[in-house]
C-alpha cells in the first residue's frame, strides 16, 4: 500500500488502510490500525471497528478525523446512527469507494436506541471531487467537533472549517450533536461549505476584515472568511443582512446580500486599562460588549493593558470570582483613538488562605459543551477557580496543565462517568489514550453503583479520588457494605426542602460515622498560601475536608477550636463553643447548625455576612456543620467537624 501524502488527482478516490504517519492528520487521533479516505478536497480517517474512540459501548468504523487538504483535524468524532444507536461492529468491508460496517445497533450515551439489538449495515461512500463523505443505510448522524465551533443553520462552524449534514438538527448536546435524515458528512472550509449548503450567492470586498457574518435580525446564520480584501460564497436561507468584522475595528455598517460588495469596515479603537488594586492583586478576566453586537473574553495581567475592541461604545467588565468585586464601566471610543479607563478593584471578603477548586468542570472532549480546553479554564477562572478537576462526560480530560497567562491556575485530567440512571462520578488523575474507547474512560453501561464507583477509583494502586452524585448513595449499598467508598459527594441547593432533608442520603453517612466530605460546583479548599498555591496543597486540603461546597459564598465553622475535617482535641470536651463566620452573601441566607441530632440552631443573616456564636448543650454530638442557603440559588455547605475520628480520611486532631 502506497503511503499518501498529496491529495489524489481529480477524478479519483483512494480508500486503504492508514500505512504511514505521514497519513495522519494534524491534530488528529488517526492511528496505523484505522483506514483513509481522499480524494482531491479532504480526506478522512475511519477508526479501526473494535471501538468507538469518544463512547464506550459502541463499535468502530466512526469517522475519527476530517479536514481538506493542508488543514488540521477538527473532529473528535462522526458516528453515523441506525435506528437511534450505532453499531457494535462484526464486519468490517473495504470497497474500492466505500468501507462498509454491519453489525447489532448499540445505544449510544446520551440515549436509549429505538432498534437496539437488531442488526444494521451501513456504508461511508466516497465521490470524486465531492466535500460529502457519503452515507448508505444510516438514519442520522452524531457530530461530535473538537475545538471552538459555533452552531449556525444547524451546521458546525469553526472560522477556518465547517463540518455540516444536510439532515434535520433533533439535539444540540452542547458540544456534540444529533441529527436525523442525514445522507452524508460535509467537511470544507466555510466559504466552500457555504456553497454546497446554501442557495443565495454573495460576493465583494471589505478592506481589511477577517470575517462576513450572515444575520437575521441579530442572530447569526453563518459565516464566511474574507481573505486578501475579498469574499465570496452563499448565504443561509433567511439572511437579511451581512456585516464585517476585523481586528480592533467595529462592524460595518449592514448591507443587504448580494454579488459585488462593497463593504466598509469600521473604524479602529483601543482601551487602555489600568488597573489599581485594594485586594491582592492577580491577573483578571476581562469582557468587552460592544453596542454593534461583538463581544470577547481575554485575560489581563493584574496591571491591565491595551486592549483592541474598535471604534463606539463598548461596555467592560471585570470578573475574578466571589472574592472579588465585579466592575463594569461603559466608554465611548473614537475612531482610530484609545481610551484610557483607570479602575480600582476591591475585594468583596477576604477568604484568607483559601482557594476555589472546580471538581468536575467542562474540556474539549465533553459532549455536552463546544469550545478548547484553554477557553474552558478561562471560564474557570473568571469565575475564581483556581484548582480545576477537567472531567467530561464518559471521556477523559485532555487540558493537560494550566493556560498561558494564568500562572497560578492548577488543573488535573479527570473523567465523568454517568450511569445509566442518570446519576454521575468524577473521577481523578486519568490518562487519555486513543487506543481505547472514551479515551480509556470507564464504560458504565450495565454496571451497578458499586462496580460502577470501584471501576472510577480504578483500585488500590491508581490511588484516584472520586467524586459522587447525591443520587449514588439511594442506589449504593449500605456503607458497612460498601468498597469503596466514595471521598467526595457533589452537593446541589437543597431547593424548597430543608438542607437536612434534601441531603439525607448523605447526612445518613455521617450519622455512621463515615467520612465523605462535601463538595460543590465550586468549593473552598484550605492551603497554605492562597496566593501561591500548589496542587499538593490543594489535594491535601480535599484529603483533610477542610472544605466548604459552595455557590461563591464562604461559612467558617469552629467547634472546640476544631475547624472543618478536623478531630476535636479529647482534652477540650467538654466544650460547647461553637463559632460561625459568614461571608461573601448577596441575599439574605438561612444558616443552620446540622448534625447526627438534627438540627440544633439557625440564623437569617443579612447581606454581606455575620459572625455568629452558639452554645451546645451537654448532648455533644458526633459530628457538627453549618449549611447557608436562600430561597433561590445560593448557598453553602462546610465540611463536618468530629468529636471523634470517622471511617476515612480525616486530618490529625485539631489543636
Known amino acids: 500500500m502506497a503511503c499518501i501524502t498529496e491529495p489524489p488527482e481529480a477524478g479519483q478516490v483512494v480508500v486503504q488502510p492508514l500505512v504511514c504517519s505521514e497519513m495522519q492528520l494534524a491534530g488528529g487521533e488517526g492511528a496505523l490500525t484505522d483506514h483513509f479516505m481522499a480524494n482531491s478536497l479532504f480526506r478522512a480517517v475511519i477508526r479501526n471497528p473494535q471501538d468507538s474512540l469518544t463512547v464506550p459501548g459502541v463499535g468502530g468504523g466512526t469517522v475519527i478525523d476530517a479536514a481538506p487538504w493542508s488543514d488540521n483535524d477538527r473532529l473528535h468524532e462522526a458516528i453515523p446512527l441506525v435506528g437511534g444507536g450505532w453499531l457494535d461492529v462484526d464486519t468490517f468491508n473495504v470497497g474500492d469507494d466505500r468501507i462498509t460496517l454491519g453489525g447489532v445497533i448499540a445505544s449510544l450515551r446520551d440515549q436509549p436506541a429505538e432498534r437496539a439489538g437488531e442488526y444494521g449495515e451501513v456504508s461511508w461512500v466516497l465521490a470524486p471531487d465531492s466535500p460529502w463523505l457519503e452515507l448508505e443505510g444510516a438514519d442520522g448522524l452524531w457530530i461530535h467537533p473538537s475545538g471552538s465551533f459555533d452552531l449556525l443553520s444547524e451546521q458546525l462552524v469553526h472560522d477556518q472549517l465547517v463540518y455540516g449534514h444536510d439532515g434535520v438538527l433533533d439535539t444540540d448536546l452542547g458540544g456534540a450533536i444529533r441529527v436525523s435524515g442525514a445522507s452524508g458528512l460535509l467537511v470544507a472550509r466555510p466559504s466552500e461549505a457555504s456553497e454546497a449548503l446554501f442557495s443565495q450567492p454573495v460576493s465583494g470586498t471589505a478592506a481589511d476584515a477577517s470575517t462576513i457574518l450572515f444575520l437575521q435580525g441579530e442572530t447569526i446564520l453563518g459565516q464566511i472568511p474574507v481573505e486578501d480584501d475579498q469574499f465570496s460564497g452563499r448565504a443561509p436561507e433567511g439572511t437579511e443582512v451581512l456585516v464585517a468584522e476585523g481586528v480592533a475595528r467595529g462592524r460595518s455598517l449592514p448591507v443587504p446580500p448580494g454579488e459585488s460588495l462593497e463593504i466598509d469596515l469600521g473604524a479602529r479603537g483601543w482601551v487602555d486599562l489600568a488597573l489599581e488594586w485594594a485586594a491582592p492583586p492577580r491577573p ?60 480600582t478593584l476591591e475585594p468583596a471578603f477576604d477568604p484568607g488562605d483559601r482557594i476555589l477548586a472546580a471538581l468536575g468542570w467542562r474540556g474539549d472532549v465533553a459532549r455536552s459543551w463546544r469550545g478548547t480546553d484553554a477557553q474552558a479554564l478561562l471560564q474557570a477562572w473568571s469565575i475564581g477557580a483556581r484548582f480545576v478537576v477537567t472531567a467530561p462526560e464518559d471521556e477523559i480530560g485532555t487540558a493537560n496543565g ?12 479527570g473523567s465523568r462517568t454517568v450511569s445509566d440512571q442518570g446519576w454521575s462520578i468524577v473521577s481523578w488523575p486519568w490518562s487519555s489514550s486513543s487506543s481505547f474507547a472514551g479515551h480509556g474512560a470507564v464504560d458504565p453501561t450495565g454496571r451497578s453503583a458499586a462496580d460502577l464507583l470501584a471501576a472510577a477509583a480504578g483500585g488500590p494502586n491508581t490511588n484516584r479520588r472520586t467524586v459522587v452524585d447525591l443520587a449514588w448513595f439511594d442506589a449504593a449499598p449500605a456503607p458497612w457494605e460498601a468498597d469503596p467508598h466514595p471521598h467526595y459527594v457533589r452537593l446541589d441547593h437543597p431547593g424548597l426542602e430543608a438542607p437536612e432533608d434534601a441531603w439525607q442520603a448523605w447526612l445518613g453517612w455521617l450519622d455512621g460515622g463515615y467520612l465523605v466530605t462535601p463538595v460543590g460546583d465550586l468549593t473552598w479548599l484550605d492551603v497554605a498560601d492562597a496566593a501561591a498555591p500548589t496542587e499538593a496543597d490543594a489535594l491535601a486540603g480535599l484529603a483533610a475536608g477542610a472544605t466548604v461546597a459552595t455557590t461563591g459564598p464562604l461559612v467558617v465553622l469552629r467547634w472546640a477550636g476544631a475547624s472543618h475535617g478536623e478531630v476535636i482535641d479529647p ?70 467537624v468530629w468529636r471523634e475520628a470517622p471511617v476515612g480520611e480525616v486530618s490529625p486532631t485539631a489543636p
Do not use: C, K
Open 571 to 640: 482534652t477540650r470536651l467538654p466544650d460547647g463553643e461553637v463559632a460561625l463566620t459568614i461571608t461573601g452573601l448577596e441575599t439574605t441566607h438561612t444558616v443552620a447548625l446540622l448534625s447526627d441530632l438534627g438540627r440544633l440552631t439557625e440564623w437569617a443573616v443579612e447581606p454581606p455576612g455575620a459572625t455568629l456564636r452558639y452554645r451546645l448543650d451537654s448532648a455533644e454530638p458526633g459530628w457538627l456543620a453549618a449549611a447557608a442557603w436562600d430561597p433561590d440559588a445560593s448557598w453553602a455547605m462546610t465540611g463536618p
Open 402 to 413: 494550566a493556560v498561558t497567562g494564568l500562572p497560578t491556575l492548577l488543573q488535573i485530567d
Open 284 to 343: 483578571v478576566a476581562i469582557t468587552y460588549e460592544a453596542d454593534d453586537g461583538r463581544t470577547a473574553t481575554v485575560i489581563s495581567p493584574a496591571d491591565g493593558g491595551r486592549i483592541g475592541v474598535g471604534a463606539g461604545g463598548v461596555t467592560i467588565t471585570i470578573s475574578g470570582g466571589p472574592d472579588l468585586q465585579p466592575v463594569s464601566r461603559r466608554v465611548t471610543i473614537l475612531p482610530e483613538e484609545t481610551a484610557r479607563l483607570g479602575l
